[in-house]
């Protein structure tokens, strides 16, 4: 079945750039969401079909899709922005909804 | 504002079949512009899909579980469920209920979470 491959970990300083990769065969070929969870939170969308906002999202938050890779990008990174992070993708050939196995960001 | 409720027991014995009712509120579950699912998160680990449902009875489940699941939505209460049969430990975790969007007919993105209930297995 589809595999989607997260680092577990990210570590930025308040104010900078934080990117997220998520990794899978051909992946640019498919619609990669990504969903932010704070704990004790449910998930949040904040990227849907590789690079558009959901309403309420900042504009710090983007998304890109190429090759076998899919990126989150989180520019001025604040501490509230800690939280893990995941991608996901519907896999149409055996009907299946994939989660990579999540990035956690820790703010400086 | 759509928001989803997950209810159920938080206590499971192993072999036994954990049920999970989803009540939605703010928003109607008619339409096949939507599917209806579940997702789950085992301590420590990640997100893992379990299944989704639409309006008009469609379903999808996870190939790893597909035996295990059912899903089932009642529109005129407005909630949809799901059963998990032969629970063991492996199956503790929070259980989230979401609304997904339909393309194709097809669950591809969920756009909105209930906050999710722990379920724990055991004796």
């Known amino acids: 079945s589809y595999v989607l491959t997260q680092p577990p970990s990210v570590s930025v300083a308040p104010g900078k750039t934080a990117k997220f990769s998520c990794e899978g065969n051909n992946v640019e070929s498919k619609s990669v969401n990504w969903f932010q969870r704070k704990p004790g939170q449910a998930p949040v969308l904040v990227i849907y079909y590789d690079s558009d906002r959901p309403s309420g999202i900042p504009e710090r938050f983007s998304g890109s899709n190429s090759g076998n890779t899919a990126t989150l990008t989180i520019d001025r990174v604040e501490v509230g922005d800690e939280a893990d992070y995941y991608c996901q993708v519907w896999e149409s050939e055996d009907h299946h909804m994939v989660f990579g196995g999540g990035t956690k960001l820790t703010v400086l | 504002q759509l928001q989803l409720q997950e209810s159920g027991p938080g206590l499971v014995k192993p072999s036994e079949t954990l049920s999970l009712t989803c009540t939605v509120s703010g928003g109607s579950v008619n339409s096949d512009s939507y599917f209806w699912g579940w997702i789950r998160q085992p301590p420590g680990k990640g997100l893992e899909w379990l299944g989704s449902?639409?309006?008009?009875?469609?379903?999808y489940s996870n190939p790893s579980l597909k035996s295990r699941v059912t899903t089932s939505l009642d529109a005129s209460k407005k909630q949809f469920s799901l059963k998990l049969t032969s629970v063991t430990a492996a199956d503790t975790a929070v259980y989230y209920c979401?609304?997904?969007?339909?393309?194709?007919?097809?669950?591809?993105?969920?756009?909105?979470w209930g906050q999710g209930t722990l379920v724990t297995v055991s004796s």
């Open positions: 979401a609304r997904a969007l339909a393309v194709a007919n097809a669950p591809v993105l969920f756009d909105y």
């Open positions: 449902i639409s309006y008009s009875g469609s379903t």
